[in-house]
């Protein structure tokens, strides 16, 4: 069974760094492009970053979050991460990683999703 | 970055009802939409890509159409599981982004 897990959310002041985690099996991991994505309070989906099969060489960010977070994957450990630094308060969200499917060629669908991991940044 | 604008935000339908969602793209993104379907404390599901291709395991009760700027997910006859939020997603460019969503409610 195909599964992604994530974990390391938690309550964190403004200012602050969390790193969250993604744990996948029955995937092959190695092969597949991953993003994160995080839903705020009462708003819809919004892309956060992605990063491809070439690792760092191959990662995207939404402009709120450049020079802030950093994507990042292990593929010994079939694990997924996001280093969050300089936490603000409309960081709140749950945050979900993804796999990335049916690409344009440029970008991807999400057809694969974790339960997300609550983020709060709060004082 | 590509707007995407759905209406109506909330529908609501009476079971056995034909639904349609619009969503409209800010610049042509050919047939590179998708649609979901999310329910509280859950994670979005997809539904459909390419504009009109059904995800597998999706329900025939489900369609999309559309191309360009305009789209639609159609629901030929509402179900109970039916009610969640419906969002688009354009996947033509980054960074992909999602529509504000369509809430469907029963009457």
């Known amino acids: 069974q195909v599964q992604l897990v994530e974990s390391g959310g938690g309550v964190v002041q403004p200012g602050r760094s969390l790193r969250l985690s993604c744990a996948a099996s029955?995937?092959?991991?190695?092969?597949?492009?991953l993003h994160w994505l995080r839903r705020a309070p009462g708003k819809g989906p919004e892309w956060v970053s992605g990063?491809?099969?070439?690792?760092?060489?191959?990662?995207h960010y939404a402009d709120f979050v450049k020079g802030r977070f950093t994507i990042s994957r292990d593929n010994s450990k079939n694990t997924l991460y996001l280093q969050m630094n300089s936490l603000r308060g409309d960081d709140t969200a749950v945050y979900y990683c993804?796999?990335?499917?049916?690409?344009?060629?440029?970008?991807?669908?999400?057809?694969?999703w974790g339960q997300g991991t609550m983020v709060t940044v709060s004082s | 970055d590509i707007q995407m604008t759905q209406s109506p935000s909330t529908l609501s339908a009476s079971i056995g009802d034909r639904v349609t969602i619009t969503c409209r793209a800010s610049?042509?993104?050919?047939?590179?939409l998708a649609w979901y379907q999310q329910k509280p404390g859950k994670a979005p599901k997809l539904l459909v890509y390419?504009?009109?291709s059904l995800e597998s395991g999706v329900p025939s009760t489900f369609s999309g159409s559309g191309g360009g700027t305009e789209f639609t997910l159609t629901i030929s006859t509402l179900q109970p599981d039916d009610l969640a939020t419906y969002y688009c997603?354009?996947?033509?460019?980054?960074?992909?982004?999602f529509g504000g969503g369509t809430k469907v409610e029963i009457k």
């Open positions: 993804a796999r990335g499917f049916h690409s344009s060629g440029r970008c991807d669908t999400f057809d694969i």
């Open positions: 029955g995937l092959t991991f190695s092969n597949s492009v």
């Open positions: 990063i491809g099969v070439g690792g760092e060489r191959e990662t």
């Open positions: 610049q042509s993104i050919s047939s590179w």
């Open positions: 390419k504009a009109s």
């Open positions: 997603q354009q996947y033509s460019s980054y960074p992909p982004t």
